[in-house]
């Protein structure tokens, strides 16, 4: 049997299989080296670079809700120097694509960041977080606003040569519009969807579970949004889009694959397993063997619909 | 090194007032695990998505009929997760990540006695802690506070294996009426060198802590927190901690720089 090609260009990044982990679920990958290869990957994001370190929300951040948990940990990160000078020596070792999540609470913050990854070597692309719902400024506030995503995409896009990612929010009216501004101001690839602003009621204490009020639902609860999201989007924009919300296993990831997606992010299930994005690539091997398909890329986008079906 | 490995409940003892005992044989994790240590503990298939952190209570050898390799994990029905795992009978499959985190500290200087903290099911690790305190040649004591007779888990098996045990719960169905806070200064004003091992609710661990703190006397406290994944990525189980240095404090992860923590390195 020949062995299927799972290989995918999102834009002007090559990954060797179209399955990346995603940002704020797989620490600076590091973590994971007990339990899987990095290599078995298609790409690694990490955690949300700010220019300085950032010390995060208070505690309660998170909570398990029906098939699914809210969290708001308020981008906690060890800031953009530290990952350079720390994490990224040692992740270069492993042959794996490493994009930089970067975030700001102004323009000028998220140029400086995009800027110092892009001097870094062994970076292989920049997603920019525009969708974070658990920060006072920054995150949302662009990437729910066309004028100021514009602004941020573009600027950002002047500051790298390294391929761009726009990772948009969920929390809007029409979520194609925000992809349009993000395909004209140059992003390579849009990525989509982060989370869901929601909240959590403690009825006992009659507060809010979580410190921060709301927080950002993920998990499978999101992934029949997210597949529709990644279905509007790919059919409204001509750069790649990488799909995300709720892929447990390599059948959640078709269902993006199928409506759209070029590439996968694997979120909330590492947390439950931390192999699963191995788990998915395997499984997206396995589905395309026993179909006779020879590439992942001849799925993308071929969901058929209404009479299309049926023929 | 954690390692996240399929087992299968052995035993699933149920001890009264909705606290449970479960068992599963897992030889490596069982060899290198140390008191205060945890597991990511997942059922296959279940409705619940995230797994539920648990210390370690038994070490091999801490509870005399346990099958060698296998790790026992002490447990109160609070909510979905555990209610489910507590319908769980022989054989049926488990996901046990672990051991994780950091444990006690069992260097205990000679003459140093070893006092044990617990506010009920605040108890779980300390059976492994007595049992890893009593292989270096000392009994701990303890003082074993909850809100009511029944919430004392283990107690007769704390009363066999500790040096002394002072009982003190709200509704003075058992020892003495009130806190653990009362027992504790009182054993302390007579008691010479004496480190303490707290485990149990927040407001507890801080006065204990607080007691701990005006005595001089080194305490480690054991924390609960709410987890995503228990290997330190989700950031969902921080704690407020001096670890910075001075000024502002920092949040650090319960999962990765605890579970145990040096009492005076947290915020309270």
């Known amino acids: ?311 | 090194m954690p390692q996240d490995l399929p087992a299968a409940v052995a035993r699933n003892l149920d001890l009264g007032h909705g606290h449970f005992l479960l068992e599963f044989f897992a030889p490596q994790a069982a060899a290198e695990m140390v008191p205060g240590q945890f597991f990511m503990i997942g059922i296959p298939g279940a409705e619940v998505l995230l797994r539920r952190p648990f210390s370690v209570c038994g070490l091999p050898g801490t509870f005399a009929d346990a099958p060698e390799g296998s790790v026992q994990v002490l447990y109160k029905v609070v909510g979905r997760g555990t209610a489910l795992l507590s319908s769980l009978r022989p054989g049926a499959p488990l996901t046990a990540l672990g051991p994780l985190g950091r444990g006690f500290d069992l260097e205990v200087a000679s003459g140093v006695r070893p006092l044990l903290v617990a506010g009920g099911i605040g108890s779980a690790p300390f059976p492994a802690l007595a049992a890893g305190l009593a292989a270096r040649g000392t009994r701990p004591a303890l003082v074993y506070g909850a809100r009511s007779a029944g919430d004392l888990p283990l107690l007769d098996w704390f009363r066999e294996r500790c040096d002394a045990v002072t009982v003190a719960t709200e509704d003075g169905s058992l020892g003495r009426r009130g806190l653990v806070t009362e027992p504790l200064e009182d054993l302390l004003a007579g008691a010479g060198a004496t480190r303490i091992y707290g485990c149990g609710p927040s407001p507890m661990l801080r006065a204990v802590a607080a007691i701990a703190r005006s005595r001089g006397i080194p305490c480690e406290v054991s924390l609960e927190a709410h987890m995503a994944c228990g290997f330190g990525v989700c950031l969902g189980c921080v704690v407020a901690t001096h670890a910075g240095g001075g000024g502002k404090p920092v949040y650090e992860r319960v999962c990765v720089e605890g579970p145990v923590m040096p009492a005076e390195r947290i915020a309270w």
Not at chain 1, 84 to 105: C, Q, S, T
Not at chain 1, 112 to 122: I, N, Y
Not at chain 1, 232 to 257: H, N, T, W, Y
Request: aromatic letters at 4%; a neutral charge; charged letters at 20%.
């Open chain 1, 1 to 311: 049997m020949v062995t299927p090609d799972l290989s995918v260009a999102v834009g002007p990044l090559r990954l060797k299989n179209p399955v990346l982990t995603a940002s704020g679920t797989f620490g600076y990958g590091l973590e994971f080296l007990p339990f899987l290869d990095l290599a078995d990957l298609g790409g690694i994001v990490v955690k949300g670079l700010s220019p300085r370190p950032r010390r995060g929300n208070p505690p309660e951040r998170i909570v398990e809700t029906p098939a699914g948990m809210l969290n708001a940990i308020g981008l906690q990160n060890v800031g953009v120097d530290a990952f350079v000078a720390e994490k990224l020596p040692a992740l270069r070792k492993h042959d794996v694509a490493v994009v930089a999540n970067v975030f700001g609470e102004t323009v000028a913050e998220y140029v400086e960041v995009c800027e110092k990854l892009d001097s870094a070597a062994g970076l292989s692309a920049i997603e920019l977080n525009v969708s974070c719902p658990n920060v006072e400024s920054g995150g949302m506030a662009f990437g729910s606003d066309p004028a100021a995503l514009a602004r941020v995409t573009r600027a950002c896009r002047d500051a790298t040569r390294l391929p761009l990612i726009v990772k948009l929010s969920p929390n809007v009216t029409d979520i194609r519009e925000t992809a349009r501004v993000a395909e004209a101001e140059g992003s390579d690839a849009v990525s989509l969807v982060n989370t869901y602003v929601g909240m959590a009621v403690d009825v006992d204490r009659r507060r809010p579970v979580l410190a921060n009020v709301s927080g950002g639902l993920s998990g499978p609860a999101i992934r029949p949004l997210a597949v529709w999201a990644t279905w509007q989007v790919s059919r409204a924009v001509k750069i790649p889009v990488i799909g995300m919300g709720g892929i447990m296993a390599a059948r959640d990831a078709l269902e993006f694959i199928l409506a759209g997606a070029t590439a996968v992010q694997v979120g909330t299930a590492n947390f439950i397993h931390p192999d699963a994005a191995v788990g998915v690539a395997r499984g997206l091997a396995a589905y395309l063997s026993e179909h006779g398909i020879g590439t992942v890329r001849e799925l993308v986008g071929t969901l058929r619909t209404g009479r299309e079906a049926e023929r």
